[in-house]
């Protein structure tokens, strides 16, 4: 049996309690993470979670990211595991530690997905120095993810993907559907520039939310500011952000002090509902199968 979650403070609960696990394992193993994107404008603004966000988002630089994603992506303790490229199509280029006691349903692509209540986890990887070597990596990172999202037969607006473009076209070829291929070719390509030897870096997942604030080349943040991070409140606890949030959050969202009007103020996911024990273990088991070919 399910229950549909209806109340956004039981959500916000439950990814607290799912924060506090993976802060938990951050600290014992001596890993470095800052919040992300909307969680760290709702530490910044309203010292926890933004009133009706119901997801939470952090960011690692590369080397803890992969030791992370080693600790848990068989599973940690009864309820959590950590999905990433070595489950069988999963098509993220970040991974996602997941409470298996619940489930998520989104509309993606015209279609019901099934996922997990989750924490998406952000790698953070170097930046080349040179302002046109950064033009140019963003231009070949585009590229792949253009193939990801016909891999995982997204259907978009843009030009690019009608008759006349030649996305269209390419998709024909043999391999176009080969979601592991994309992830691991976008994988191998970002790592080209390691995080420990960069002065920059970024996490090239995302884009930021105001065009105008930014360009996609300028999302960058001193390596030193996550190593040099703060303990911020949230919720009561307190989480890891990096330093210098106001400058971060002001490119990623220009005015980001002031909330959005009252009807742009709702949550961005479907439904949630959390499982009976025995759903959980099948659900679990089915999650964390992966490709016999995996490394």
């Known amino acids: 049996m399910k229950r549909e979650i209806t109340d956004v403070c039981e959500i916000q609960r439950l990814l607290l309690d799912m924060m506090d696990v993976f802060h938990a394992i951050c600290e014992e193993h001596g890993l470095i993470y800052s919040l ?12 926890g979670f933004i009133p009706w966000d119901d997801d939470m988002d952090v960011m690692m630089p590369r080397p803890d990211f992969e030791k992370f994603v080693a600790l848990t992506r068989d599973g940690y ?14 098509a993220y280029t970040f991974a996602k530690f997941c409470d298996m006691t619940s489930l998520r349903e989104e509309l993606i692509n015209r279609k019901i997905v099934e996922m997990q209540l989750n924490i998406d986890i952000f790698p953070l990887d170097g930046l080349p120095n040179n302002s046109r070597v950064q033009a140019k990596r963003w231009r070949v990172i585009k590229i792949i993810r253009h193939f990801l999202r016909f891999a995982k037969h997204e259907r978009r607006r843009d030009p690019i993907y009608t008759k006349e473009g ?12 080969n979601v592991r291929l994309y992830t691991k070719l976008y994988e191998w390509y970002v790592k080209r520039i390691p995080y420990a030897s960069s002065e920059h870096v970024r996490e ?14 300028q999302m960058q ?42 009807e742009e103020q709702i949550a961005k996911h479907g439904a949630i509902y959390t499982l009976h024990s025995n759903e959980m273990t099948a659900e679990m088991s089915a999650n964390v199968e992966s490709d016999s070919n995996a490394g």
């Open 77 to 90: 303790g009864s309820k959590y595991v950590t999905l990433y490229t070595h489950v069988r199509d999963f």
């Open 221 to 262: 943040t001193r390596r030193s500011e996550f190593e040099d991070r703060v303990l911020v409140p949230f919720e009561g606890r307190h989480y890891w952000a990096l330093q210098n949030a106001d400058h971060f959050l002001t490119l990623w969202f220009g005015d980001w002090r002031t909330p959005p009007p009252p």
């Open 204 to 217: 090239y997942s995302t884009i930021p939310c105001d065009k105008r604030a930014t360009s996609r080349y």
């Open 36 to 47: 992300h994107a909307g969680s760290l404008l709702g530490a910044m603004r309203h010292q």
């Open 166 to 177: 030649v996305y269209y076209w390419l998709k024909k070829l043999p391999l176009a559907s």
